[in-house]
């Protein structure tokens, strides 16, 4: 089955993010049906929480450009944005730290590599099944509860990826 790429990439970023439950704070949360591709907004319609988005930046990041049968490599920059509910009134963005930690955690394994062997730690997620010829993870902003917005906390985590790609087949097949 063909597939786009940049889709694709999306897809297998939410997978990783709700395969196994994920320890944030002490507690164990199923991600299953947490992830989100697409959305900018996540309202008071996502429950339960914590719920996940990978959203594509809207402005792109460089690309070296190519023409029709030349390879290209884009560097797609898109944002993950976490959203979990804050129990503390005195603290209230503690459990964005703590959720925006375990998300970032998870996401290591995308570019994990064994030390001395330089062998990847997790060959099932290594640069998402070879689609990706980089990784880069930006610094997270973390924001509390707002009366006018969220009641929960939440992060934003930008992540900048490396894609090449031939400018006539922009699709990958897959199983």
Known sequence: MKFPKRLLVVKRLCDLLETEPMEVDGKTYNMKGAGWRGRNIL??????????????????????????????????????????????????????????????????????????????????????????????VGAPVVRPPDDKTRSCAYFFLPIRVGIATLVTEPYTQVP
């Open 43 to 136: 309202g008071e319609e996502i429950k339960p929480l914590p719920a996940i988005s990978v959203l594509e930046s809207p402005r792109p990041d460089f690309a070296i450009y190519a023409g029709e049968d030349e390879a290209r490599r884009d560097n797609m920059t898109l944002l993950v944005t976490g959203l979990i509910e804050s129990r503390d009134k005195y603290n209230p963005s503690d459990a964005g730290y703590w959720f925006h930690a375990a998300v970032e955690e998870r996401l290591s394994r995308v570019a994990d590599v064994k030390p001395g062997s330089g062998n990847p730690k997790y060959p099932e997620h290594y640069m998402l099944g070879d689609l990706l010829s980089s990784f880069d």
